[in-house]
């Protein structure tokens, strides 16, 4: 069985006729357990298609991608519980709610379904260093504070495959570094198989791997911590 994720001559195209694109071109990847990766490239390379492949909101044309062992090639009812239970997310822009307390916002995943073995909101924010703002909402945040909210709302379900995009757009350089290597830590000591999309070449020493994708095309740079 596949364990990690599994990107396998994976193809997507936009559009028809003349106005079609390949947003992904033939495209391999196969990240273990316990292995962050990044992906960089220009805007329009095909980064964003690449995640949204990978986290099952996007069925590619040709190809197949496999997550912890299922291929989500089957029905959306199989990728849907597959997003909600083996998939964690942290997005560019946080996407908190302005709502919900920090420890709200880590609990809110498991309200959408019966999740097996979930880790503790509590202990959670506290292993991202948040554990004295839990009750804070997100306008009470700095941008740093609000990612590491994100970081741990995506692991409080415990998933196998975590997708991060473009993570420290928003940050400066010391806060981008805490981010990411809060992200490597977590990847490597949890066994996920992480993919970080970025254009902040100044982090990548944080990953295992490095990939380039340019017109739809991913070809390996080389190994990041090398």
Sequence with gaps: ???????????????????????????????????????????????????????????????????????????ERVRARIRRTRIGYVFQSNNLLPALTAVDQVRLPLTFGRIENPRDPVELLAEVGMEHKSGRRPHQLSGGERQRVGVARALVTRPGVLLVDEPTSALDRRRSHEVLALLAQETHEHHMATVVVTHDHDVLRHCDRVFEMIDGRLTEERPAMA
């Design 1 to 75: 069985m596949t364990t990690g994720l599994l990107l396998e001559r994976v193809t997507l195209r936009h559009g028809d006729g003349e106005d079609e694109t390949v947003a992904l071109d033939d495209v391999s990847l196969h990240v273990e357990p316990g292995e962050i990766v990044a992906v960089v490239g220009p805007s329009g390379a095909g980064k964003s298609s690449l995640l949204a492949v990978a986290g099952g909101l996007t069925v590619p044309d040709a190809g197949r991608v496999v997550v912890d062992g299922v291929d989500l090639a089957g029905p």
